[in-house]
């Protein structure tokens, strides 16, 4: 049955190609989203059943170069297939509608729809195959169908520009798995993901190691870990709200499943790695934050904001490894329990900011915060739930995110209570880590949603129509809606993220289980906790409300030491917002002033600009690319514009790739005879 | 329940005693201790003015600000009695259920649109964000302490056997004070009597707030001082019986408020670019505390 449907599920995306010639734009539009809607009705079917009757397994025969095709879809990769399909549910509802504006580029759109499809095809298959050469096709074209989304304003050089790099970065990640599944290959003959787990547990815990670095590499650039994370804020704010919200929700959670689908099959010392997993996550989410805060541009901060929440979910794999290793099963429970649940909350929270993002964007067509204000009160439905998002994304109850940084926070202090004086301090490291990427996403986020929605506009601009009709919002209210209801009920997921932690500890004693689920009773209980903490709030505003309407009560300006005239241009920015957290993070930043002061008796125009760099991409990127562009320069000789000359190169590379085996083999039968002598 | 009770007992008379020991230190008569709650209950009674350009934030915020208060007082032990609400890693819930409320009054001054209450938001928002690694901190040190992972079970467990210990109590009091006079935004941070908005942090955040909602938001104040003598008092309390433990309770929340008295009497007010490295300082002392604890635990190697 789970074969015939996901074989269905593959082919509907190859239908949506051969129908799209025979429809006009609207037409393409309501075939896509069907198939779309379809497709992730299957994959859900497939993935609920999963839950309920037991992973599934088939394989198909392949090629010679392939081996079999192992498909295996156990619990971890339904839970993540569950939580692709619903960004991509909202996004495709909410993106047909924010599309409407660009109906007249007929053949982008056609082009966008299928890619947009081919992404979700190929997400959901990365999450189900086991064969290390069939994932790199599915994941080549993960990478070509997120570009072309990325790019649909291809119009634009930043767009196209920003596209580009995420290209060759994605192609980077590729490299890295290419040469990790070739590596377990030549040593076993075998591209199925078993291979892994046989390789690794005959070797020495330090080819593991190695093996899952390299794995990690590949699958960092594409969750953006830092400092691999450079791509993410430039690729962000150029895609339409929709793939920004589903880029950020899930395409880059698939760099997460990577990681813990390796987790589950390396078999190595998982110490060192969950070390290595913790420190690089602390780093990144706290770098993440800390340069969140300074943007200025609305949907970079938010994509400063997916780095930061990919440092918690590893924050969360990392306590989870150190459980593995110091065979702590409560560790491993909340440690990867905690990152699951996180890769769901911050797929619903992310995308919700991102989608409730583009509808200011489209209202102002503009996303530079300083620009914008009181949108509140034209938009309040766009306006609440990016309220909701941000409250959920800083963790605070009663939403979701708090949840699961409670889950992760668990694992931290049960950890503490360990002999182990580095592993204390390490524990310690990431406590103070995660304590301060929540202190500093508060601040960002009142900032954010702040500046842009409260006070009053700060600079007068025509506006649009502003519409938020109700098909348009429908998908944020559902994405709303699942937020809070995790919010308030995490018990019905807790079973859930049991199931897939024990895949981690298959040998597990029937008491040791009955610990656990004492673990996730705690989660319900917070639950219940928020609920009431909701109940206590309404009860006192009900109060509130009930006394102060028998209360005089008028409306009048804010308060200005007795100043009347008009206040819009001294409302506080969201650069003096941030002015004193700035002067204090300024040594981890890299900002680039331009001042204009007030001088001489009639000054000018006063004006200063800031602009945020990103010190890591300077130092680590931009730098060693600048002197390795310089040493290749030298050669630039070699690229002479002669077809002639090209020509010549390629035959000297094939004499040499068909001489040189030959020569050295000649070599070394030289060597033999005058050892011989 | 216990400690429920007792901490709206104390609020009723903490900022009383506050403002009565400042009095006395200046040399004046001074007001009785119940006048702030009456001031509170006359704005209680008062109608009010919004501004213009708020929104319905700007009216829920104190409500929800209050809530939370109340929330995280449930969650506080007295001793061996539990609080109503308590749970495993319940301290985790404290501190954001705290975050919730102030991030609603950070965006409610927002709401305004005044460039003084964005100040004052802007410096809370500073603040509070490096207060939480000290608590944070500080309740890993207890835990680490303790082995146990809840406030009840912390606290009452909470036994001092070697003089290190006693000295780890100590600083671990001063660290709550401090938190508590930082986040309350009392005089080293902040001064509430000063007449400057460019000077204040949480007076000029609801600069636009009267009536029935400031009232609120005083009280709220009372309340949250009152906590944190709640939480401070539990260091000391451990597993007594009730009726040593109720008295020495309001003896340490006297005791604290008169303390918080004498600081606002003596000291000045930090400039405000030297707040931050100020509460540096109790994040560090915290971090003393936990490598205390590993000392003493032995587990140093």
Not at chain 1, 272 to 278: E, K, M, Q, T, V
């Amino acid at each position: 049955m789970g074969k015939i449907l996901i074989e269905i599920f593959n082919l509907l995306a190859v239908a949506t190609i051969i129908s799209f010639p025979f429809f006009k734009t609207k037409g393409r539009g309501v075939i896509a989203l069907g198939i779309i809607t379809i497709q992730i009705i299957i994959s859900s079917i497939v993935a609920v059943s999963v839950f309920v009757n037991g992973p599934v397994e088939y394989a198909y025969p392949g090629s010679w170069a392939t081996g079999v095709i192992p498909v295996r879809i156990d619990y971890l990769s339904a839970w993540f297939i569950l939580v692709i399909s619903f960004t991509f549910l909202t996004g495709a509802w909410y993106g047909i509608q924010y599309m409407k504006k660009y109906i007249d580029q007929t053949f982008n759109l056609a082009m966008h729809a299928t890619a947009f499809i081919f992404v979700y095809t190929a997400l959901i298959d990365i999450c189900i195959v086991q064969n290390g050469f069939v994932m790199l096709v599915v994941w080549e074209i993960m990478a070509i169908g997120s570009f072309i989304v990325i790019i649909f304003e291809h119009y634009k050089t930043e767009t196209l520009k920003a596209g580009i790099n995420f290209l060759i970065q994605s192609h980077i990640s590729i490299l890295f798995l290419t040469i990790a599944f070739m590596w377990v290959k030549i040593k076993t003959g075998s591209f199925d993901f078993e291979a892994i787990t046989a390789y690794t547990s005959t070797q020495p815990a330090i080819t593991g190691i190695g093996l899952f670095i390299v794995f990690f590499f590949g699958f960092a650039i594409k969750a953006g870990f830092v400092p691999f994370h450079t791509w993410l804020p430039l690729a962000h704010p150029v895609a339409p709200a929709h793939i920004s919200g589903v880029m950020s929700g899930v395409i880059i959670k698939i760099g997460i499943y990577g990681i813990l689908r390796m987790l589950m099959l390396i078999k190595t010392d998982m110490v060192s790695i969950g070390y290595f997993i913790l420190f690089i996550s602390v780093i990144t989410g706290v770098y993440g934050v800390m340069l969140a805060i300074v943007q200025h541009n609305l949907k970079k901060l938010l994509a400063y904001h997916s780095i930061e929440n990919i440092g918690i979910i590893g924050i969360g794999i990392g306590v989870g490894c150190l459980g593995l290793g110091f065979d702590n099963q409560i560790l491993v429970v909340a440690g990867f329990g905690g990152a699951l649940l996180h890769v769901l909350n911050h797929s619903l929270f992310k995308s919700l900011l991102f989608y409730s993002a583009g509808n200011v964007y489209q209202a102002k067509h503009t996303m530079n915060i300083e620009a914008l204000g009181g949108l509140l009160k034209r938009m309040p439905r766009s306006g609440y739930l990016f309220l909701i998002g941000s409250l959920a994304i800083c963790g605070l109850p009663p939403f979701n995110g708090f949840v699961s940084e409670f889950f992760i926070y668990t694992g931290l202090f049960k950890g503490l209570l360990s002999n182990n004086f580095l592993f204390i301090l390490v524990i310690l490291f990431a406590i103070l880590g995660l304590v301060l990427i929540g202190g500093l996403a508060f601040i960002c986020f009142t900032k954010a949603f702040g500046i842009v929605f409260l006070g009053t506009p700060r600079e007068s601009s025509h506006d649009d129509f502003i519409e938020e009709t109700p098909l348009k919002m429908i998908p944020l209210y559902l994405v709303a809606l699942a937020i809070v209801f995790i919010g308030l009920f995490p018990l019905f997921l807790s079973p859930l993220l049991l199931k897939i932690t024990n895949l981690y500890q298959p040998a597990i004693s029937v008491e040791v289980v009955a610990q656990l689920t004492k673990i996730s009773d705690n989660l319900t209980v917070i639950g219940w906790y928020s609920l009431v903490f909701i109940l206590i709030t309404m009860f006192f505003y009900y109060i509130r409300h009930f006394i102060t309407l028998r209360r005089e009560s008028r409306e009048d300006a804010t308060w200005g030491c007795g100043y009347v005239g008009d206040t819009t241009r001294m409302q506080y920015t969201a650069s003096s917002f941030i002015r004193t957290y700035r002067k204090l993070a300024e040594p981890f930043l890299l900002i680039r002033k331009t001042k204009k002061d007030a001088s001489g008796l009639y000054p000018g125009i006063v004006k200063q600009e800031t602009h945020p760099d990103d010190k890591i991409e300077k130092w680590l990127i931009n730098r060693p690319l600048f002197f390795t562009r310089g040493l290749l320069n030298r050669f630039g000789f070699l690229q002479n514009g002669n077809l002639q000359a090209y020509i010549l190169y390629g035959f000297i590379f094939i004499s040499l790739a068909i001489l040189l085996p030959i020569i050295i083999d000649k070599i070394a039968i030289l060597v033999n005879f005058l050892n011989h002598l | 329940m216990v400690s429920f009770l007792l901490v709206i007992l104390a609020s009723l008379f903490f900022t009383g005693i506050v403002i009565r020991t400042k009095s006395i230190t200046s040399g004046r008569k001074g007001p009785g201790i119940f006048q702030p709650m009456k001031d509170i209950f006359r704005l209680w009674r008062k109608g009010s003015v919004y501004s213009k350009t708020t929104s319905f934030i700007f009216k829920i915020a104190p409500t929800a600000y209050f809530s939370s208060v109340l929330m995280a007082i449930l969650m506080i032990p007295h001793g061996d009695y539990r609080g109503i609400i308590s749970f495993d890693g319940d301290f985790v819930m404290f501190a954001y259920i705290l975050a919730f409320g102030k991030f609603l009054m950070i965006i409610a001054a927002l709401d305004t649109g005044s460039s003084f209450e964005g100040m004052g938001a802007s410096r809370e928002a500073l603040f509070s964000m490096l207060v939480e690694p000290a608590f944070f901190i500080l309740m890993g040190s207890f835990a680490l302490f303790t082995g146990h992972t809840s406030f009840q079970s912390i606290f009452s467990s909470l036994h001092y056997g070697s003089y290190i210990a006693y000295m780890l109590g100590g600083l671990a009091t001063f660290v709550f004070v401090l938190i508590a006079m930082i986040e309350n935004s009392r005089m080293p941070v902040d001064d509430p009597k000063t007449h400057l908005e460019l000077t204040m942090v949480h007076e000029v955040m609801i600069l636009d707030n009267s009536g029935f909602d400031l009232g609120t938001i005083m009280y709220t104040a009372n309340l949250k001082f009152a906590m944190y003598g709640a939480i401070i008092s539990n260091f000391f309390i451990g597993a007594l019986p009730l009726e040593i433990s109720i008295p020495l309770f309001l003896l340490i929340q006297v005791g604290f408020a008169v303390t918080v008295g004498v600081i606002e009497s003596f000291m000045a007010r930090f400039r405000m670019g030297h707040n931050p490295q100020f509460i540096f300082i109790l994040t560090s002392v915290s971090l003393l505390i936990f490598f205390g604890v590993l000392l003493v635990l032995g587990k140093f190697k």
